[in-house]
């Protein structure tokens, strides 16, 4: 079988499940990047140099044998191109295409009423509803958007994005995290308004108030960091705070591994949030928003991780409260969290599902998995 993944370009939230497939299918794969990476993914160190490796190739440097490869591979995946030119003569040739995408209408359903959207819908998705061509959602949200527009019926599957997999024995994992001493949190992310950091100082406030003993450590950069800085000062909470700027993932995976507790506070723009699954993996307390499109696929409330409302921080503080008054009670839903990762939402675990998924397709038998990645993708309402 040949596999073709067409996406804008590789990066570390894409590569582990491409070795996947690449260990499986060998020179039978191939990622072609439609584009090469922004700027500011470059600065963010997402930079990835495509000349060695060994599956990818670049449809800028290669156009006529990159289409060629999409024209005559068994199977294509078309992630977000930028170039619907070259996924449409696939789709119209009747072979194995699926698509994967993060959500239509993030800002609002009713977006879906605009008639000049709905053509573009049309054209990209809804036309080929009868065909045997696949949706996998990125998110669990997505599938509301596609179902609402009557894209796809009966071919909506769960997907994400799945992250470098770290595993430990029993005695490495329980000695990532303090026992005594504070407990270490974590923030990682962009500082722009749709992740909303502000609400980690806020936090801060309060549990210094209570007299709880922590210490929060924030990763990343960007517009809002400034600000933070001077809240954190002006609050007398310098001491509380470690900020790390933007670290290579593997570092950033270090710092999770020592902290207690993640916190992911975007809000509903936030397609999947790559990193709750790092933090998941690294052992962590999951506290995110549910209105994020990884939540409700990862995370069962209570089991191996918690949610709390979109935007509502009283919430996200009640449950973070709950965890220092309880920590011995709740710290076991940090090793629940990373066997979810470990066992079941991981690239290895995925690739696989959906080369059983398109073996059966190609036999004309549309047949999801029973949990995880490529089982059916329930409808869910944004907001519910």
């Excluded at 599956?55 to 995946?77: G, Q």
């Excluded at 071919?155 to 595993?167: I, N, S």
């Excluded at 398109?358 to 329930?378: D, N």
Aim: with cysteine.
């Amino acid at each position: 079988m040949t596999f073709t993944f067409v996406s804008n370009y590789i990066n570390h939230h894409q590569i582990p499940f491409c070795e996947a497939l690449w260990k499986r299918l060998g020179k039978d794969f191939t990622f072609i990047q439609t584009m090469p990476m922004e700027a500011e993914r470059v600065e963010m160190g997402w930079r990835v140099d495509t000349d060695e490796i060994p599956y990818v190739m670049c449809l800028y440097d290669d156009e006529y044998e990159c289409l060629k490869k999409i024209m005559e591979s068994d199977v294509v995946l078309f992630g977000w191109t930028g170039r619907e030119d070259i996924v449409t003569p696939r789709l119209r040739s009747g072979k194995t295409t699926l698509r994967v995408s993060e959500r239509l209408y993030r800002e609002g359903q009713w977006k879906a009423i605009s008639p000049r959207g709905l053509v573009a819908k049309y054209r990209e998705h809804i036309r080929y509803r009868k065909q045997d061509v696949c949706m996998l959602c990125a998110g669990a949200y997505a599938a509301s958007d596609f179902h609402l527009i009557g894209a796809y019926p009966e071919k909506l599957f769960q997907w994400g994005y799945f992250t470098a997999l770290r595993t430990y024995s029993d005695e490495k994992f329980t000695a990532l995290k303090a026992e005594d001493g504070p407990l270490q949190i974590v923030w990682a992310g962009r500082f722009i308004p749709l992740k909303h950091p502000e609400y980690v100082v806020r936090l801060a406030k309060t549990l210094r108030e209570k007299k709880n003993a922590f210490h929060i450590h924030m990763v990343g950069g960007g517009e809002l960091l400034p600000a933070i800085l001077q809240e954190t000062e002006r609050e007398g909470l310098a001491d509380a705070f470690t900020f790390h700027g933007f670290m290579p993932p593997e570092k950033v995976r270090d710092v999770m591994e020592r902290c207690h507790i993640h916190l992911f506070t975007s809000n509903h723009l936030e397609g999947w949030g790559a990193v709750v699954n790092e933090g998941m993996n690294s052992g962590c307390v999951e506290v995110v928003n549910a209105q994020v499109g990884a939540a409700p696929y990862l995370i069962k409330h209570g089991e191996n991780g918690l949610l709390y409302p979109n935007g509502n921080y009283d919430k996200m503080e009640a449950l973070v409260l709950d965890l220092f008054a309880h920590w011995k009670e709740r710290k076991q839903m940090g090793r629940a969290a990373y066997e979810t990762i470990r066992d079941l939402w991981n690239a290895d675990h995925a690739a696989a599902s959906l080369l059983r998924f398109v073996e059966r397709l190609q036999r004309g038998e549309i047949r999801p998995e029973a949990e995880g990645p490529m089982s059916a993708a329930p409808i869910i309402k944004p907001g519910k």
